[in-house]
């Protein structure tokens, strides 16, 4: 089984940064795939960036493009959520999210982390 643990969530004013990390332990070498997702109050939960956990290709959701940048370091078991440029708009609590298979849907999770941006 693999654990996902995030941290690095908290208060930062508009245009400020903030990185969030995710630490992978347990049978880290059947990830495919890592992402980070975000759920704010009353929305739908939203893919922010993913990364492939060999390779690196990375994309990213529209709204965070040229704002925000996943990197991992599969030596470390780690994944880093780089924001910056932060709106309010981007409070939400962000999910690490973890996916075993090649063609699939994300099936670990940790626990999120509370990002909050004040105007």
């Known amino acids: 089984q693999v654990q996902l643990v995030e941290s690095g969530g908290g208060l930062v004013q508009a245009g400020g940064s903030l990185r969030l990390s995710c630490a992978a332990s347990?049978?880290?070498?059947?990830?495919?795939?890592m992402g980070w997702f975000r759920q704010a109050p009353g929305k739908e939960r939203e893919r922010v960036a993913a990364?492939?956990?060999?390779?690196?290709?990375?994309a990213y959701a529209d709204s965070v493009k040229g704002r925000f940048t996943i990197a991992r370091d599969n030596a470390n078991n780690m994944v880093y959520l780089q924001m910056n440029s932060l709106k309010p708009e981007d409070t939400a609590v962000y999910y690490c999210?973890?996916?075993?298979?090649?063609?699939?849907?994300?099936?670990?999770w940790g626990q999120g982390t509370q990002v909050t941006v004040s105007s």
């Open positions: 990364i492939a956990w060999s390779g690196g290709l990375t």
């Open positions: 347990g049978r880290t070498g059947s990830i495919v795939r």
């Open positions: 999210a973890a996916r075993r298979n090649i063609i699939g849907s994300y099936d670990l």
